[in-house]
Nanobody, 126 residues
């Protein structure tokens, strides 16, 4: 049973924008911190952005100010708006969920992630 369904991604030129979405089940959405990881070619998977059930968001330093994470509770969906994309943002992006009713402090550790999306490829050309 697929529990995180991603959409979006694609290819853009440097400076362009893309929007990713991740739909979860109602139960997952209500009980998990949700967000995004990415894994570039030859790199380890890294956390990008996270949002808790109160709407508080956090970002990695490399995307802060360019990416925005948001959520729509009516749709059980989390979004990642990516602006001013750079070639170094090229990666497979994974929606992720970590069971936590209070915050996303543990989200950034991949071993704490309970659910992963299938991944969507983002390619930024210079």
């Amino acid at each position: 049973q697929v529990q995180l369904v991603e959409s979006g991604g694609g290819s853009v030129q440097s400076g362009g924008s893309l929007n990713l979405s991740c739909e979860a089940s109602r139960d997952t959405y209500n009980t998990h911190c949700m967000g995004w990881f990415r894994q570039g070619p030859g790199k380890e998977r890294e956390g990008v952005a996270a949002i808790d059930r109160r709407g508080r968001s956090n970002y990695s330093g490399s995307v802060n100010g360019r990416f925005t994470i948001s959520q729509d509770s009516a749709k059980n969906t989390v979004y990642l708006q990516m602006n001013d994309l750079k070639p170094e943002d090229t990666a497979m992006y994974y929606c992720a969920a970590e069971k936590d009713l209070y915050d996303c402090k543990s989200f950034w550790m991949t071993k704490k992630i309970d659910l992963w999306g299938q991944g969507t490829l983002v390619t930024v050309s210079s």
